[in-house]
């Protein structure tokens, strides 16, 4: 990914806002690799929710400056419908700039609250790589 000029705040280094649109994009673009593309979400009436971000800084990345994200699961609940992504993004030189943690789940566009994913996002989901300190996360609480 390269840091254009749009990313940049007043003190000529990728902004906090810029860092959280690229997780959101690489996010996307992990699920449209696997297999869901928008279109997808589209036609099943859900998609993510971002809950909580929380960015730590580490090193600057300024304009035109490339970088390369990771994404990985910090956490799942078995039910794939609560998750935990984290993206972290390293300035060509390997330093760690920056990293992204984002607390969410999967949102019914109709009923407005969470849900569990179909099969094949579960699949996606599981097919992420996993961080060191993933956690498993409380599964949704089915009424019945």
């Known amino acids: 990914m390269l840091a254009t000029w749009g990313d940049m705040d007043y003190n000529a280094h990728m902004r906090n806002t810029a860092f959280l649109d690229k997780a959101a994009d690489l996010r996307l673009m992990f699920f449209a690799e696997h297999g869901l593309p928008m279109d997808e979400f589209i036609r099943l009436g859900i998609g993510p929710v971002v809950r909580k ?51 969410g789940g999967w949102l019914d566009h109709l009923a407005r609250k ?31």
């Open 53 to 103: 971000d929380e960015v730590d800084y580490m090193r600057e990345i300024r304009l035109l400056e490339e970088m390369r994200v990771t994404i990985a699961a910090a956490g799942l609940s078995d039910d794939c419908a609560r998750f935990i992504i984290r993206n972290e993004f390293f300035r060509m030189d390997g330093s760690l700039a920056a990293r992204v943690t984002s607390s």
């Open 114 to 144: 969470l849900v569990v994913p179909p099969e094949s996002l579960q699949g996606a989901m599981r097919l992420m790589s996993r961080t060191d300190d993933f956690a498993v996360l409380p599964s949704l609480k089915v009424a019945g």
